[in-house]
């Protein structure tokens, strides 16, 4: 008779406990515990330490299996693992198993809170969490710079209802850049989500300048979130006692990326969002999560979006513009976000223009944008703090103008970037050196 068998996840890394089933029946009978290796990251399997050879020092019901395969990425302490080779053997015959993995009988461990924690500080070293430098959170009314630490709880209506709102503002240099434009918009769209801050703007302010202090950051992003808060798992906030707060720093730095051979973009067939949904910066990102995904299924750098009308709204996460007969054209902001980015762009063209700084550009405006108009501007450009100002080269496999990124395009990358590294003060928050705690 076939065995299945299964091994259980039990800390020390290196120990693995074998569960063995006899089928059909449902009986389990555990067997001794075999000393395995660590895995490594780069290997998704590994032979066990049972063999044919060696299964005398085992029950005989525990022997022959000669690979494992991971379940999951991350450190060895989060590791299971489940049959994959051809053979097992049991009272000394054997019989060939379908080189598949077969189904596993999950006994998942109940652990107690130091447990849980030291798993969390486990895959906390992995690689991809290396940028994670601080976090607020109201729950516990304090900063952490322990990624292990960085959670949300389950019950906040952030999580499993997406009534909350968020924000980011660019860390440049050891400045944060229009800090107070991104946090007055977050503070428009919670007044529009029916959220009331737990604290005043002052004391919001404070909160995100000792977040970025702590995390010693000087290039990077700063996230943060208001949300309806906790309290259970219902629609009504009516159960919400307290609305929460929360706020990230994210170590990384985009501000010389190489632009210089311009992306693609497509129009998204997604379903824009409602005007009054649009308008708001809610964690409600499913449809801007679409128009990535089909973006990126297509080779595309981003989806462009057009609103009811048909006319051009904005990209799945930044606002658009185009260049044509000398002028700067961005969509109206009616039905779509404001974006802090792209206000500030029209608010330093006329002082560029008049500088001479733009070469063959007269004006630059807000209007309605039909596609056609659009698809037939001389230049294209997406705006956003992630993507800066970034040159649009070809939309729907068609090229923007000669298919190269824009003298004028590249011009405005060229002054925004120096906006955010040396702008004014009124627009450049100095970071505050980390505070000895």
């Not at 330490?49 to 990425?73: D, E, F, M, V, W």
């Not at 729950?139 to 710079?145: E, H, K, R, S, Y």
């Not at 968020?166 to 050891?174: E, H, K, L, R, Y």
Request: glycine residues 6%; charged residues 20%; proline residues 5%.
């Amino acid at each position: 008779m076939a065995l299945e068998v299964h091994a259980l996840r039990i800390d020390p890394v290196s120990e693995v406990v074998l569960a063995v089933k006899q089928l059909p029946t449902s009986s389990v009978v555990r067997c001794a515990s075999a000393k395995l290796p660590a895995p490594s990251s780069s290997s998704s399997s590994l032979p066990l330490a049972i063999s044919p050879s060696s299964a005398s020092s085992y029950p005989s019901s525990c022997a022959g299996l000669s690979k494992l395969r991971s379940l999951t990425s991350g450190s060895g302490a989060r590791r299971a693992w489940r049959v994959t080779a051809s053979t097992t053997f049991f009272d000394g015959e054997t019989e060939q198993v379908q080189n598949q993995p077969q189904t596993q009988d999950t006994i998942i461990p109940v652990l107690t809170l130091s447990q849980i924690t030291s798993r969390l500080q486990e895959e906390a070293k992995a690689m991809k969490y290396e940028c994670f430098r601080s976090m607020y959170s109201s729950v516990v009314g304090a900063i952490t710079t322990d990624v292990a630490a960085m959670v949300l709880p389950l019950d906040d209506h952030m999580v499993h209802r997406g009534h909350s709102v968020f924000d980011t503002a660019a860390i440049v240099n050891g400045y944060l850049y229009e800090l107070d434009a991104h946090l007055d918009r977050l503070l428009r769209s919670a007044a529009k989500a029916k959220i009331t801050p737990p604290f005043d703007r002052a004391t919001l302010r404070e909160i995100l300048l000792q977040t970025v202090a702590a995390g010693d950051c000087r290039d990077g992003a700063l996230r943060y979130w208001l949300s309806c808060g906790r309290g259970g798992f219902n629609l009504s906030a009516r159960e919400c006692d307290q609305a929460t707060f929360y706020a990230i720093v994210l170590d990384g730095n985009h501000m010389n990326d190489d632009v210089s051979a311009g992306v693609k973009v497509i129009t998204s067939s997604v379903p824009i969002k409602p005007q009054d949904f649009a308008t708001v910066k809610s964690t409600n990102y499913l449809p801007n999560a679409l128009v990535l995904q089909e973006a990126e299924e297509r080779g595309a750098f981003a989806g462009i979006w057009l609103d009811d009308k048909g006319f051009i709204a904005e990209g799945q996460n930044m606002n658009v513009a185009f260049v044509k007969d000398g002028n700067l054209l961005v969509p109206t902001f009616d039905k779509i976000l404001s974006g802090c980015t792209a206000l500030r762009m029209l608010e330093l063209v006329p002082q560029l223009i008049a500088a001479g700084a733009l070469p063959g550009l007269n004006d630059a405006k807000t209007k309605v944008i039909s596609l056609e108009e659009a698809k037939g501007a001389t230049e294209m450009m997406l705006i956003g703090s992630g993507v800066i100002i970034t040159p649009v080269v070809m939309w729907d496999d068609e090229p923007i103008g000669n298919g190269k990124p824009g003298p004028i395009t590249l011009a405005l990358r060229k002054w925004l970037r120096h906006d955010m590294m040396e702008g004014p003060a009124a627009i450049r928050t100095k970071i505050q050196p980390k505070i000895s705690r």
